[in-house]
């Protein structure tokens, strides 16, 4: 099975031909990717008008793009992918009428993908990881630990309950004057600063329930550097140290509790994995973390390639795959973008939150 895959959902525009072998092993054969950073970064953060736009402008040129370098026409795919949710309903738009166009005018089936879900299925891609896992998912929008049970079988055991984790880092960088995105930023600033000179709250830290909660660590960043004000570049070193200290202490006790409920849950599983998604998974010292606890919990940590972590099509072309080869219907063609899609509807009711 081959499949176009088209991704739109917030500031990266990306086209993606992904094959899938018999053997249920995938093979990435184009991946195009295009970051609206620069549009963006004047701004310090993601302006949805623009993202919009710049989807509009370079969509049609990256899936030639992405077509040309597969080796492959549109007659050769069995099926094309879109976003479809959750996201900016501007690229939304873009990416998904672009997909049902194209779906038309071929007389190909169009999957209509949950674009969480192309982050909870990528491991299955990079790595051939079995069901069930548990993945954590932190980007700028998104903070989520999931339990994926099979495609389209997927429990969220925890939901940050303001602030994503890239959200924070960001709003740091912010408030430090350092640059966006954030996180970047802070990982470097922190490298010669001191984490334990300010001891920074960690929220919801010993609560049974697996929520985050980051919004309260900003304000105390905010806190600590007015107090000091006007910081110097130690002052900021030592800042951004302590936040990433808090926030590793932060995901080490609430993914620790996670993966001994995935324990008590599927005592039959052998070698269980944590899986990271999200721009986030890049930052070095929060790995060190996630693979010590893994190791101790005798957990597989699985860390897809960074450019396969953050948004791209070739997940939401894998995620079609799977939807097709596990017998899921093709969408019609008059499928609705949705700005909030949770991937667990029961979550979704029970928390009141899309994201
Ligand atoms: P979405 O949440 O819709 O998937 P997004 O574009 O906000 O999309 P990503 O592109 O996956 O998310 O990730 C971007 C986020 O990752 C930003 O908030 C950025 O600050 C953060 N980030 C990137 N590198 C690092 C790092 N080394 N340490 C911490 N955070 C990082
Ligand atoms: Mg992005
Ligand atoms: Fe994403």
Not at 61 to 72: D, V
Not at 79 to 90: E, N, R
Not at 183 to 209: H, I, N, Q, T
Request: a negative charge; aromatic letters at 6%; proline letters at 5%.
């Amino acid at each position: 099975l081959t499949i176009l895959g088209i991704e739109t959902s917030c500031d990266e525009t990306a086209a993606s031909v992904v094959v899938r072998h018999p053997d249920g092993r995938g093979e990435i054969v184009a991946d195009v990717v295009l970051s609206q950073l620069d549009e963006h970064s004047a701004y310090g953060g993601v302006v949805p008008e623009i993202a919009a736009r710049a989807h509009v402008e370079a969509l049609d040129t990256l899936i030639e793009e992405a077509l040309t370098r597969s080796g492959k026409g549109l007659k050769d795919m069995d099926a094309i992918a879109a976003t479809s949710g959750p996201g900016l309903i501007g690229g939304l738009i873009v990416g998904l009428m672009t997909g049902k166009a194209i779906a038309y005018a071929s007389g190909k089936p169009l999957y209509a993908v949950n674009h969480l879900e192309g982050h909870a299925l990528t491991a299955r891609l990079t790595d051939g990881v079995e069901f069930p896992y548990l993945m954590l998912l932190v980007s700028g929008g998104h903070t989520q630990l999931v339990l994926v049970k099979g495609v389209g079988d997927y429990e969220r055991w925890g939901t940050t309950i303001d602030d994503a984790l890239g959200e924070a880092f960001d709003k740091t960088a912010k408030l430090l004057g350092l640059p966006y995105p954030g996180g970047p930023a802070v990982e470097k600033a922190a490298k010669s600063g001191d984490s334990k000179r300010f001891a920074f709250p960690r929220p919801l830290v010993g609560e049974a329930r697996l929520d985050f909660s980051f919004s309260g660590l900003k304000t105390a960043v905010r806190m600590a550097a007015e107090e000091i004000a006007p910081v110097s570049e130690q002052d900021i070193a030592d800042i951004c140290a302590s936040f990433q200290h808090a926030v590793a202490r932060t995901l080490k006790e609430r993914i620790g509790r996670g993966l001994k409920r995935f324990r008590e849950e599927f005592p039959g599983v052998a070698e269980p994995a944590l899986v990271v998604a999200g721009g986030v998974a890049a930052n070095t010292v929060l790995r060190e973390i996630l693979t010590s606890l893994c190791a101790e919990n005798r957990f597989r940590f699985i860390a897809p390639p960074h450019r396969l972590c953050t948004d791209n099509a070739a997940m939401i072309a894998w995620a079609g795959l799977e939807r097709m080869a596990a017998g899921f219907d093709a969408d019609g063609l008059d499928v609705a973008p949705r700005s909030r899609w949770p991937l667990d509807q029961n979550a979704a009711v029970a928390l009141g939150s899309g994201k």
